[in-house]
């Protein structure tokens, strides 16, 4: 089925768990990921960050090819361009046909943010698309002046009519150090949740450590995005194979990696709490 995120995670927010968004850029990877959720009977969404779509697979070419491995499915499937930080692309993205966007206006001051966020809302409406905004310095693991404020939050929320929020409260975009396991600030993401009683967003999943992520769904995250762990997970699986059998098959290996990969996604499926969630 394919569904904006407005019905997956407002059920979510009632629910208390999460939806995983899982980074993808291709057939492959969004396949993978949408039989992962298929086996697990869970809601899930394909983000297309910005720079992939950019330089490797613009809107027009992989939102019908979403939409139709979706309609293939019998979960719920939403297919969201991840930090959208251009107004014509993300414009562009619903017109092309992706059911959500998220609007990253963060280098912006709190009105700046808001005006472009709403604009975005306002256009999504059209087509009934659900809108992502984000409050907050990403990877603003130090420093209480630039993870987000609760105040802020539930303004930025009214006046935008956003329908998720992505905080920032210790996370960061990226590969972490060997070993090294984020501290997050969940007393601020209490403040923020009890505020704004909306779905909130967890943006840097990657390697944020199991405890982490049960404690951020126990404490009102709703959707946890994943992109490294899940990159990864496919690179390791090439080189297995590899490793293996150095003259495999290139489409033998990819087909197999497609297959391993999925095992990353249904460990972050049981750990958002979303297994047997979907419509």
């Known amino acids: ?12 927010n009632e629910g208390n768990y999460a939806v995983m968004a ?8 969004a396949r993978a990921v949408i039989n992962a959720a298929q086996s697990l009977r869970a809601p899930i969404i394909i983000n297309i960050v910005q720079e992939h779509m950019v330089n490797h697979c613009d809107s027009n070419l992989i939102a019908p090819i979403v939409k139709k491995l979706a309609q293939r499915a019998s979960v719920e499937v939403a297919l969201n361009f991840d930090h959208g930080e251009e107004i014509g692309l993300l414009k562009k993205a619903l017109v092309d046909g992706y059911s ?28 009934d698309a659900s809108v992502e905004g984000e409050i907050g310095c990403m990877g603003a693991s130090e420093g209480d002046d630039m993870k987000t404020n609760p105040d802020e939050a539930l303004r930025f929320a009214k006046e935008t009519g956003i329908d998720a929020l992505a905080i920032s409260f210790g996370s960061s ?6 070993g090294y396991v984020p501290e997050f600030d969940f007393e601020r993401l209490k403040e923020i ?51 293996k059998d150095p003259d495999i098959n290139y489409w033998v290996m990819m087909h197999q990696v497609e297959i391993d990969s999925q095992e990353l996604v249904k460990k972050y499926i049981h750990l958002s709490g979303s297994e047997g969630k979907s419509l």
């Open 1 to 12: 089925m394919y569904v904006s995120m407005k019905g997956m995670l407002k059920r979510a």
């Open 22 to 29: 899982i980074n993808c850029f291709n057939i492959e990877t």
């Open 100 to 127: 959500s966007v998220m609007v990253d206006a963060s280098r912006y001051n709190l009105e700046g943010n808001i005006r472009m966020t709403r604009e975005i809302v306002e256009f999504a409406k059209q087509f």
């Open 173 to 178: 975009h990226g590969n972490y150090p060997e």
């Open 193 to 243: 949740k009890e505020k704004t009683k909306m779905p909130l967003v967890l943006h840097g999943g990657s390697g944020s450590g199991d405890e982490n992520i049960k404690r951020c769904v126990e404490f009102g995250i709703n959707k946890i995005n994943v992109g490294c762990d899940f990159m990864n997970a496919n690179v390791d699986s090439i080189k297995q194979h590899l490793k």
